[in-house]
């Protein structure tokens, strides 16, 4: 394989993941707007704070042990070693049934004093006890989803990916249309208090999982019986007892379980500390507002985020088979020239993205959740653009470090990030309120990416120049891009009391600002340099798009 096909291979496979985690992303976006109009923007602060402990929970209970199941029963299986392949579904179910149990009871017995210190002194007592029965609610998909995970790890391994992928899918359609539909029917309907479409919104996680469990676990029956009958039939014991298989699978799975801890780690300081601080240094009379602004900028910005940050999760399991392929031959050149094209990609489809974000910060936000609190939705998000750009490129370089085996840096290098998080976060909040927790998360996110390089460029050489140099024509083009769309806009006399005609705006912009960066970039070259595409037509990408 060529150099260019090789090139073209590499950057294929990540966006291929990307676009199918896209897909998963923009359903999970259904839900979100209805959501936030029926619960109601101050609520959503507690929907924040509970998704804040669940990641960090599943983290726990599941990250890296489905990934261990899966590589496990596909080496053991291509060994025709099937009495072990049956073991390690044993072993690694048992594991995460064990973890999930633990981590349920935690959440159970904690679930009180999480709330108090989640909200703060000054919090009311109803808001204590109703964040309390959302943990609760919680438990039963802090063991239904890791239980979920362990089987779709088996699947995984036997390489059933179709099943696989169409149990995310249904799992989480399940998940959105069970939110829009149960809150709209008790809050809308039945008039019960908005908070119920929060205390629904979380229930629906267990839902989807419950949903996607049964579907799984049926469609794979005939795998499952056919994995048995081949263990029948084979000579002799299986190669591995369960004691080695629990080593192999905590082996496998703690430094995933380390590191996906550690990447939590910012979101939760904010999570913790945030409300509870706020009221003791300004007093309990900034309660209110400061969950108002809570739950603007750690659920519905979060959300909008979580756009570009498919970027991150796309390359980070695109590029995994590439570069390990790189270090098992010791090619630190290729390498280079793998991390260079990552890179390059991400910055490429990100920065006019952010740069989007940033001077269509108000129309976005309305788009999304409407004029109530525009000022302060559009401020907030506006700000936390810089923190969405490092955010999004911290993981990419994680996934690299993982990739090339730098697990012992990596956590090293989380580990000092999320020390400044903490030593930068008070100071920050007691000055700049909510924009302090966006500044401590940009120094939590930079030190990353920072660290990373630094041990990317003394373990391998990696060099970043050409890279630099391309990021800066990609940034003056993003902004020459959007500013006749910017232009255009301000002459448009426009009440932002109609989300339609915002959408149809900022359309016509959208194809302004697209056909403008197209036609620069590839006056300079970048999309031909950067993809190893000669041909870079607009008939030939819609042809490749097809393909």
Not at 123 to 137: G, R, S, V
Not at 232 to 252: F, R, T, W
Not at 293 to 322: E, T, W
Request: hydrophobic share 50%.
């Amino acid at each position: 394989m060529n150099k260019e096909k090789m090139k073209q291979s590499l950057l294929i496979g990540a966006l291929t993941s990307s676009f199918g985690i896209f897909v998963s992303k923009l359903l999970g976006l259904l839900y979100y707007s209805p959501l936030s109009a029926i619960a109601g923007e101050s609520n959503m602060a507690f929907y924040s704070i509970v998704y804040t402990y669940y990641d960090l929970l599943l983290q726990i209970s599941q990250a890296g042990i489905p990934f261990a199941i899966a590589s496990l029963v596909a080496k053991y299986y291509s060994k025709e070693d099937y009495k072990t392949v049956l073991l390690v579904r044993k072993m690694g179910s048992s594991i995460v049934l064990g973890l999930c149990m633990a981590t349920g009871l935690f959440l159970i017995a904690m679930a009180g004093p999480l709330a108090r210190q989640s909200l703060g002194v000054s919090a009311p007592l109803e808001d204590i006890q109703n964040l309390k029965t959302m943990f609760y609610i919680l438990t039963i998909a802090v063991i239904l989803v890791p239980l979920l995970s362990a089987l779709r790890g088996y699947i995984q391994g036997l390489k059933r990916l179709d099943l696989y992928a169409s149990s995310q899918v249904l799992e989480q359609f399940v998940r959105v249309f069970s939110i829009i539909i149960l809150a709209y029917l008790f809050v809308n309907i039945l008039h019960f208090k908005s908070i119920w479409a929060i205390f629904i919104a979380i229930a629906a996680a267990s839902f989807g999982a419950f949903a996607a469990y049964a579907y799984t676990g049926i469609l794979s029956r005939q795998d499952v019986k056919q994995v048995k009958d081949l263990a029948s039939k084979q000579s002799g014991k299986a190669s591995m007892n369960e004691k080695q298989i629990i080593v192999e699978i905590l082996l496998l799975g703690i430094p995933y379980v380390i590191i996906s801890f550690l990447g939590t780690a910012g979101p939760l300081v904010n999570t913790t500390f945030f409300m509870d601080y706020m009221t003791r240094v300004h007093g309990a009379q900034v309660y209110e507002s400061a969950k108002l602004s809570a739950g603007i900028l750690q659920a519905n910005v979060a959300k909008i985020a979580n756009i570009p940050s498919v970027l991150a999760l796309g390359f980070g399991s695109g590029m995994v088979p590439y570069l390990s392929e790189s270090l098992e031959a010791h090619d630190n050149k290729k390498i280079t020239r793998q991390v260079n094209q990552i890179l390059d990609t991400a910055f490429f489809i990100l920065v006019p993205v952010i740069m989007i974000f940033i001077f269509f910060a108000r129309d976005i936000y309305f788009i999304m959740y409407g004029n109530h609190n525009l000022d302060l939705g559009t401020s907030l998000f506006a700000v936390s653009n810089i923190q969405i750009f490092l955010g999004t490129v911290a993981p990419i370089f994680s996934s690299i470090m993982m990739s090339l085996k730098l697990r012992k840096e990596a956590i090293i290098t989380l580990i000092i990030s999320f020390l400044a998080k903490l030593i930068s976060f008070f100071p920050l909040v007691r000055y700049f309120k909510a924009y302090g927790m966006i500044y401590s998360s940009g120094i939590y996110y930079l030190i990353q990416i920072v660290l990373y390089f630094y041990c990317l460029r003394k373990n391998f050489g990696i060099n970043i120049k050409t890279t630099s140099r391309r990021f800066v024509k990609v940034l003056i083009i993003s902004f020459i891009m959007v500013l006749p769309a910017y232009g255009l806009h301000s002459l448009i006399p426009f009440a932002y009391d109609s989300r339609m005609i915002d959408i149809l705006i900022m359309g016509g912009l959208g194809i302004l600002m697209l056909a403008i960066y197209y036609a620069l970039t590839v006056y300079l070259r970048l999309p031909q340099k950067i993809f190893g595409i000669k041909d870079i037509s607009i008939r030939k990408l819609i042809a490749r798009f097809r393909g």
